[in-house]
């Protein structure tokens, strides 16, 4: 089955320790993203990479740092600088066409992360 | 800055009746437009989405959605609910690049 599998689905984190987050997509998908998402807030942009080895900041990319190593994975770790990491925390991917705007994202099933 | 407004937070409705999600985004230039829906604690699956061409764009399980470009909306509607439509929807926009731009959500609660 292609799709998007994320882990851990729970995450619970001492203040001031960092956690990664892992995402892996086998659709053969050129463009990865990151997402946070909050009650009442939507879907907020962290980090999107278009291509292996490259990647940019989204929206509220302070306290979390990525990697783009590999074309099937896409790990985020979230730092001790983040002030306020507790939250739905979204993964998806889309085929990277040279228009970007019409891909479709594919999404994962996500990740808890409670900050104790 | 480019948004995109969600005008309900919350959408109780009885089951066969219609239902019709309000979503308004901030420039009309150049937009590709996407609803998604979330059923709870699942990730985002695309509902809908319009690129160019016909402003009515329809999804197989009976939504619909007018792209009105002089009133840069992007309703959702569907004519008779289901209990399983009970779900979070999200409007989303595109101004042509990789990004999407997410509303904040409208929960829809079907009730019998």
């Known amino acids: 089955d292609g799709g998007i599998t994320q882990s851990p689905k729970y995450l619970f984190r001492k203040e001031g320790q960092n956690v990664t987050l892992s995402c892996e997509q086998n659709?053969?998908?050129?463009?990865m993203y990151w997402y946070r998402q909050d009650p009442g807030q939507g879907l907020r942009l962290i980090y999107y990479?278009?291509?292996?080895?490259?990647?940019q900041k989204g929206d509220i990319a302070e306290g979390y740092s990525v990697s783009r190593e590999k074309k099937e994975s896409f790990p985020l770790t979230v730092t001790s600088a983040q002030k306020n990491p507790t939250a739905f925390y979204l993964c998806?991917?889309?085929?990277?066409?040279?228009?970007?705007?019409?891909?479709?994202?594919?999404f994962g099933p996500g990740t808890r992360l409670t900050v104790l | 800055a480019q948004s995109v407004t969600q005008l309900d937070s919350q959408v109780p409705v009885f089951e066969e009746a219609p239902v019709e999600l309000r979503c308004n985004y901030s420039?009309?230039?150049?937009?590709?437009l996407f609803w998604y829906v979330q059923y709870p604690n699942q990730g985002l699956q695309l509902l809908l989405k319009?690129?160019?061409?016909?402003?009515l764009v329809e999804s197989i399980n009976g939504f619909e959605a007018e792209f009105n470009k002089s009133q840069t909306s992007f309703h959702l509607r569907k004519p008779s609910v289901h209990i399983s439509d009970t779900a979070e929807y999200f409007c989303?926009?595109?101004?042509?690049?990789?990004?999407?731009?997410f509303g904040a959500g409208t929960t829809v609660t079907v009730r019998a």
């Open positions: 998806a991917s889309s085929i990277g066409t040279f228009n970007g705007g019409t891909d479709t994202q594919y």
């Open positions: 319009y690129l160019s061409g016909s402003t």
């Open positions: 989303a926009v595109s101004w042509n690049d990789y990004k999407l731009s």
């Open positions: 990479s278009q291509i292996v080895n490259d990647f």
């Open positions: 420039s009309s230039v150049s937009v590709y």
């Open positions: 659709l053969n998908h050129d463009a």
